[in-house]
């Protein structure tokens, strides 16, 4: 009999995968479904965007195997798009990596970093995938509370109280998924400094930051951050381009070049 690996133990399949599925199995049997599932964009994106690509797909050059690190021009919009919403200047060159999807950032940054054994603080409540990559990677998951007395932020003298010894990263995404707490520029200063107190790579999962919110922010705004942050976001919320894939992960170059160490040798 063929086995499966061990790290297939602890975890199953991924929830709103399985959901999704008897979802369609409903709606194939003529159940009226309203379908409060995974999020996904309900518009199109905008026009120029499907010109655009209907126009670059005629590019005899876009079908082959293209730069790991994705076309200069994608890196150089993507600064812009940065320097233009968040004030946050990058180095297209060497601080900025296009992702399929800032899910595939997820377990990048985790094979990045992560060795068994290791420990991560994961938001409670928050995104399952940070659960689900952490286990099978062979890391340990210490969930931290978010509550709605405070805003559904952290609560730092709890945190101060663990032993943070082995905590190698810490997941945290405002706009948050699921509440929409929004977070703010105080919060982020917070979290940067304790993660410089404590030595833990920290990643702000951005993806909702322009949905239903006037006041955009990045990680990366903070002074430092750069120290010991990555961010992640995507086209997905703010361009209803979900089914595209198209995400990026930000950060110094040192730490950018380790999740393209990890990318290269899975992707192509």
Do not use: C
């Amino acid at each position: 009999m063929i086995t499966t690996a061990n790290r297939l133990n602890t975890v199953e399949e991924y929830y709103f995968s399985s959901k999704l599925r008897e979802v369609r199995q409903l709606a194939s049997e003529g159940k009226p479904i309203i379908n409060m599932g995974i999020g996904s964009p309900d518009l199109a994106p905008s026009q120029a965007v499907l010109d655009a690509v209907a126009l670059a797909i005629q590019d005899e050059n876009a079908h082959g195997y293209q730069s790991y690190q994705g076309l200069p021009e994608l890196r150089s919009s993507m600064a812009n798009f940065y320097k233009n919403n968040f004030q946050v200047e990058l180095n297209p060159n060497t601080e900025i990596l296009p992702l399929m999807g800032s899910k595939e950032g997820i377990m990048h940054i985790s094979l990045a970093f992560l060795n068994e054994g290791d420990q991560v603080l994961i938001p409670n409540p928050g995104y399952p995938t940070y659960t689900s990559v952490t286990n099978l990677v062979g890391a340990e998951a210490v969930y931290y509370d978010l509550a709605e007395a405070n805003n559904w932020e952290p609560d730092f003298e709890a945190l101060e109280k663990l032993d943070l010894s082995k905590v190698k990263l810490m997941w945290i995404g405002y706009p948050h998924m699921p509440t929409g707490a929004r977070g703010s520029l105080d919060l982020f200063e917070k979290l940067v400094a304790f993660a410089k107190r404590n030595n833990i790579l920290l990643v702000n999962d951005n993806p909702y930051s322009f949905v239903l919110n006037d006041n955009p922010m990045s990680l990366l705004q903070v002074e430092g951050a750069k120290d010991v942050a990555l961010e992640l976001n995507s086209l997905s919320k703010t361009f209803n381009m979900a089914g595209w894939r198209v995400g990026m992960v930000s950060g110094n170059a040192d730490l950018i070049d380790a999740v393209l160490r990890v990318k290269s040798n899975m992707e192509h």
